[in-house]
C-alpha cells in the first residue's frame, strides 16, 4: 500500500509473496524514484481485514494522507473501510479490477482499479515463447498494456 502526504510520497508497502507484486512495487519505486521518499514497511500479507487494520493504524499515526496505491484491490478495500470511518477525502486506487472494486469506483469510494489484460498477456508469452523456439532474441521485459478504470 503507498500512501501519498503533501507534496512528499510517504511509502507504505505491504510485502505480499506473490511474483507480481514485487514487480509493481520495483516499477512503482521506480517512476517515483528522484522524489522524497519516506518508505516504511506496513505489514506483511495484508489483505482483508488486515488491510483495515493496517490502515486504520497508519491513518493514527498521520493525519495528512491525500492517497493509497495498493497493490490488490483486497487491500485498496481494506483502506477504503477504514478512511470511510474517518470522514476524510483521501483518494484510493487499487489493482486487478475485481468485481468488488469496480462497484466501489462506480459508486465513487474507491477513485480507480487498474485492469490487466490476461488475453494480451497469454498472447504475448506465446508469441514470445515462439519467438524464442525459433532462435530469435527477446527483450528482457516485455510490458503489457494495463486499463486504468475510473468513474
Not at 12 to 24: A, D, M, P, Q, Y
Not at 62 to 82: C, P, Q, R, S, T
Not at 84 to 99: E, H, L, M, Y
Request: proline residues 1%; aromatic residues 6%; glycine residues 8%.
Amino acid at each position: 500500500m503507498v500512501i501519498f502526504s503533501n507534496l512528499q510520497y510517504k511509502i507504505f508497502l505491504c510485502s505480499e509473496i506473490l511474483f507480481g507484486l514485487l514487480f509493481r512495487t520495483r516499477d512503482f519505486d521506480r517512476a517515483v524514484n528522484g522524489a522524497e521518499v519516506e518508505c516504511q514497511i506496513a505489514s506483511d500479507n495484508v489483505a482483508g481485514a488486515r488491510s483495515l487494520s493496517v490502515m486504520e493504524n497508519i491513518l493514527q499515526a498521520d493525519g495528512d494522507i491525500k492517497g493509497v496505491f495498493a497493490h490488490n484491490d483486497e487491500m485498496a478495500l481494506g483502506a477504503v473501510e477504514a478512511i470511510a470511518s474517518t470522514g476524510k477525502d483521501i483518494k484510493v486506487v487499487g489493482f486487478d479490477a475485481t468485481d468488488d472494486a469496480r462497484k466501489a469506483v462506480e459508486d465513487g469510494t474507491m477513485a480507480a482499479t487498474v485492469a490487466q489484460q490476461p488475453e494480451l498477456m497469454g498472447k504475448t508469452a506465446v508469441e514470445t515463447a515462439i519467438s524464442i523456439m525459433e532462435g530469435k532474441s527477446v527483450e528482457k521485459s516485455i510490458p503489457v498494456e494495463v486499463t486504468l478504470i475510473k468513474k
